[in-house]
């Protein structure tokens, strides 16, 4: 998962709003998103090769979603898969997974992890070795810090603001439409992440387009205040064509 977008208790009716989008190569094998098990009760999509996942949710509300570091000058060709952060906690979301984070940090490239209970939600980031919890407010979250000024993380996030306030339903097209921005940046608003520039144009958007790499997915989650949960994905081709969709829809035990 690439870039978050996430309302905390800024609608009237939808307490918590999630708006994100996994980038990933399209020859990675995947499954879209689907009941993992009955014991556990966990809706997410899973990596294939790997066997992880990028983001997800189980029947008790607890939420985990992840966005990579980038960092090229510190990839390790040996790290242990970051999609398996997210589907240990929506197996055993313990209390102390902050401390597990952190005693392990070394063990992974670069990554942010949302991870809680829908209604306390915090972000850790390894590089940084920090914890920041979710406060009533906006956020996104893309490649670096959580609310780091890039260009992408500004017009989403003021963007989900814009639909919070109107007073409306919150209509999963509307998000849907947001995270299909394939606009670009322009070259003095980009980032300086050690990528060629090439790459950074490319990745500038909130929906990126490539034959080998972009987006692969769309996920809108919604938790409204009794606690039922609306789950809605998308999938594409490397034609930003929609090949399929799900929707799940659930209360929190």
Request: net charge negative; aromatic share 10%.
């Given at each position: 998962?690439?870039?978050?977008?996430?309302?905390?208790?800024?609608?009237?009716?939808?307490?918590?709003?999630?708006?994100?989008n996994?980038?990933e190569?399209?020859?990675?094998?995947?499954?879209?998103?689907h009941l993992w098990?009955?014991?556990?009760?966990?809706?997410a999509?899973?990596?294939?090769?790997?066997?992880?996942?990028?983001m997800?949710?189980?029947?008790?509300?607890?939420i985990?979603?992840?966005?990579?570091?980038?960092d090229p000058?510190?990839?390790?060709?040996?790290?242990?898969?970051?999609?398996?952060?997210?589907?240990?906690?929506?197996?055993?979301?313990?209390?102390?997974?902050?401390?597990?984070?952190?005693?392990?940090?070394?063990?992974?490239?670069g990554?942010?992890?949302?991870?809680?209970?829908?209604?306390?939600?915090?972000?850790?980031?390894?590089?940084?070795?920090?914890?920041?919890?979710?406060?009533?407010?906006y956020y996104?979250?893309s490649?670096?810090?959580?609310?780091?000024?890039?260009p992408k993380?500004?017009?989403?996030v003021?963007?989900?603001?814009e639909?919070?306030?109107?007073?409306?339903?919150?209509?999963?097209?509307?998000?849907f439409?947001?995270?299909?921005?394939?606009?670009?940046?322009?070259d003095?608003?980009?980032?300086?992440?050690?990528?060629?520039?090439?790459?950074?144009?490319?990745?500038s958007?909130?929906?990126?387009?490539?034959?080998?790499?972009?987006?692969r997915?769309s996920?809108?989650?919604k938790?409204?205040?009794?606690?039922?949960?609306?789950?809605?994905?998308?999938?594409?081709?490397?034609?930003?064509?929609?090949?399929?969709?799900?929707?799940?829809?659930?209360s929190?035990?």
């Amino acid at each position: 998962m690439c870039i978050l977008f996430v309302a905390v208790n800024q609608h009237k009716d939808y307490p918590l709003i999630i708006a994100a989008n996994r980038d990933e190569f399209f020859n990675r094998g995947t499954a879209e998103s689907h009941l993992w098990d009955s014991e556990h009760g966990i809706i997410a999509g899973k990596d294939l090769q790997a066997g992880g996942t990028w983001m997800g949710i189980n029947k008790l509300g607890y939420i985990a979603s992840l966005t990579n570091i980038r960092d090229p000058k510190k990839i390790c060709a040996d790290a242990i898969t970051r999609g398996e952060l997210v589907s240990h906690y929506l197996q055993n979301p313990v209390n102390n997974y902050q401390q597990i984070l952190s005693d392990s940090k070394e063990n992974y490239n670069g990554y942010n992890l949302l991870f809680g209970k829908w209604d306390a939600l915090a972000v850790y980031n390894n590089h940084l070795d920090q914890i920041q919890h979710l406060t009533d407010g906006y956020y996104g979250l893309s490649n670096a810090s959580l609310n780091s000024p890039w260009p992408k993380i500004n017009k989403g996030v003021g963007k989900l603001e814009e639909y919070c306030q109107d007073g409306h339903d919150i209509n999963p097209d509307i998000l849907f439409k947001l995270l299909l921005d394939k606009s670009l940046a322009a070259d003095e608003n980009l980032p300086q992440t050690g990528i060629p520039i090439d790459w950074e144009r490319r990745l500038s958007s909130i929906f990126i387009l490539g034959d080998e790499y972009g987006t692969r997915s769309s996920t809108v989650l919604k938790v409204d205040k009794r606690q039922n949960v609306t789950w809605f994905e998308r999938t594409y081709d490397n034609t930003a064509t929609c090949t399929s969709s799900q929707s799940f829809h659930f209360s929190i035990n």
